[in-house]
């Protein structure tokens, strides 16, 4: 059974350009979050994606965006580069059951983003 | 804003107990305290999470103080491969998954 699996492993932008990432979740999981962990730091919440709508956001900018498709993987797309956004991208998926108290969560490795 | 305080780094012998600590003093009735630890180049791990009851797990031990204003994780023999940043957090209950982490503790195993 894969974990959650995220492409690329490493990307490398100028400032001004786009870039998209890729997440699969955990098979059976259909619920993706994206953080952004920059060097030295914990990981920042960036957004959530349930029933292909974002659900939570966290204290990012517009630039940040997401989509969850049908079999509910997920890409974060992020526009205008600057050079702060150079961080790991972790991707982390669980399964929604309402009204559960417990959601574990299971993380991707990573997309290490630098931004040049 | 990450309400959890822990020390930034520790240290501890290989095969030693390691108790990591951390306060949490304004946390409310319905949040859960959440233990997970990142290894160096990959993802967060979930270790062990618990309420007021103290938990334990083939990972690690969760000791939550009475009043839950602090708790302690324990790993009873501490390996090297336990070399890495701790997580500790606040979930509320029937919380869909926004984890807010703090810098965490790093865990120093050492022979």
């Known amino acids: 059974d894969a974990g959650v699996t995220q492409s690329p492993t490493h990307l490398i932008k100028t400032r001004g350009q786009q870039v998209t990432l890729r997440c699969s979740p955990k098979?059976?999981?259909?619920?993706v979050s994206w953080y952004q962990q920059a060097l030295g730091q914990g990981p920042q919440f960036i957004f959530q994606y349930y029933e292909e709508e974002e659900r939570q956001r966290g204290n990012f900018p517009d630039r940040f965006s997401g989509h969850q498709f049908p079999n509910y993987s997920s890409e974060l797309n992020v526009n205008a580069l600057l050079l702060g956004d150079s961080a790991l991208y972790l991707c982390?998926?669980?399964?929604?059951?309402?009204?559960?108290?417990?959601?574990?969560?299971?993380f991707g490795p990573g997309t290490r983003l630098t931004v040049l | 804003d990450a309400k959890t305080t822990q020390p930034p780094s520790m240290d501890c012998a290989e095969g030693r107990a390691a108790n990591l600590p951390c306060n949490h003093s304004t946390i409310s009735g319905n949040e859960y305290v959440y233990w997970y630890r990142q290894i160096h180049s990959q993802g967060p791990q979930y270790i062990i999470h618990?309420?007021?009851n103290n938990e334990t797990n083939e990972m690690a031990s969760l000791i939550i103080t009475e009043d839950r204003k602090s708790s302690t994780l324990i790993l009873p023999h501490a390996t090297l491969r336990d070399t890495a940043v701790y997580y500790c957090t606040l979930v509320p209950s029937g919380n869909t998954g926004k984890l807010i982490f703090g810098q965490g503790t790093t865990l120093q195993v050492k022979p």
């Open positions: 982390a998926s669980l399964v929604t059951v309402r009204g559960a108290d417990y959601n574990e969560q299971f």
């Open positions: 098979s059976g999981h259909d619920t």
């Open positions: 618990g309420l007021k």
